[in-house]
C-alpha cells in the first residue's frame, strides 16, 4: 500500500534553513506528482509547490518562489522541501501529499517546524 | 492565481441534518480540477471530492458535490458526529493550487 512517512519535528532559529523529507513506498515515485503543503497552527491549508519526479520540474506558489525548494533523491523514493530564511510565521506542519485522481490523495503524516529564537 | 472563498466560516447542526458548504472562486474553474477535502483535529485531509462531484474512493455517498464554472457546493446528509471536520475546497489551475480557507462543521 503506498505510504508516504516524513522526517521528524525540528526547532529552528529565525534566518536558518530547514529541509524536510517524505519517503513514499508502495509505488514507484516518478509515476506521480509530489506536492508540499503546510498548515500553521489554527489556520487552513496553504499550498506550497510541486516535483514531477521523473523530470525534476517544479512549480511553486509565488508566495515560496526563491525562498522554498523541492528536489527529490529517486535512488532512495524521497522527495524533499526546503525553506530558506525562516520566520516566526513559517512554524507550521508540513505536509506531503501525492495526486491521484485529480487531487491529493495520499498523505505525509505532518512534520512539526517551529522557528523561535 | 485564483482565490477561493468559502462560507459559511462554521457551521453547528444537529446529528440527521443536511449540511451545505460553499466555494466561490475568483474566476472561473474547470469542474476538472475542483476538489473537496475533511480535516478531522489532528489528522492530515482527507480526499472526498475530486472534478467537482466523484466521491473518493471510500467516501459514503451522503457526501455529495456539484457546481460549476466559479460556485461550487459540498453537501453532506445525514450528518454523523463523526462528520465533526474542516472541510476544505481546493483548485487547481495553470500548474498553480490553492485551497479555500475552510468551513468548520460542528456538530451538536
Known amino acids: 500500500q503506498v505510504q508516504l512517512v516524513q522526517s521528524g519535528a525540528e526547532v529552528k532559529k529565525p534566518g536558518a534553513s530547514v529541509k524536510v523529507s517524505c519517503k513514499a513506498s508502495g509505488y514507484t515515485l516518478t509515476e506521480y506528482y509530489m506536492h508540499w503543503v503546510r498548515q500553521a497552527p489554527g489556520q487552513g491549508l496553504e499550498w506550497m509547490g510541486w516535483i514531477n519526479p521523473i523530470s525534476g520540474a517544479t512549480k511553486y506558489a509565488q508566495k515560496f518562489q526563491g525562498r522554498v525548494s523541492i528536489n527529490t533523491d529517486t535512488s532512495i523514493s524521497t522527495v524533499y522541501v526546503e525553506v530558506s530564511s525562516l520566520r516566526s510565521d513559517d512554524t507550521a506542519v508540513y505536509y506531503c501529499?501525492?495526486?491521484?485522481?485529480?487531487?491529493?490523495?495520499?498523505w505525509g503524516q505532518g512534520t512539526l517546524v517551529t522557528v523561535s529564537s | 492565481e485564483i482565490v477561493l472563498t468559502q462560507s459559511p466560516g462554521t457551521l453547528s447542526l444537529s446529528p440527521g441534518e443536511s449540511a451545505t458548504l460553499s466555494c466561490r472562486a475568483s474566476q472561473s474553474v474547470s469542474s476538472n480540477y475542483l476538489a473537496w477535502y475533511q480535516q478531522k483535529l489532528g489528522q492530515a485531509p482527507r480526499l472526498l471530492i475530486y472534478?467537482?462531484?466523484n466521491r473518493a474512493t471510500g467516501i459514503p455517498d451522503r457526501f455529495s458535490g456539484s457546481g460549476s464554472g466559479t460556485d461550487f457546493t459540498l453537501t453532506i446528509r445525514r450528518l454523523d458526529p463523526e462528520d465533526s471536520a474542516v472541510y476544505y475546497c481546493?483548485?487547481?489551475?495553470?500548474?498553480?493550487?490553492?485551497f479555500g480557507q475552510g468551513t468548520k462543521v460542528e456538530i451538536k
Open positions: 472534478g467537482a462531484s
Open positions: 501529499a501525492r495526486e491521484k485522481i485529480r487531487g491529493l490523495y495520499y
Open positions: 481546493q483548485q487547481y489551475s495553470d500548474a498553480l493550487w490553492t
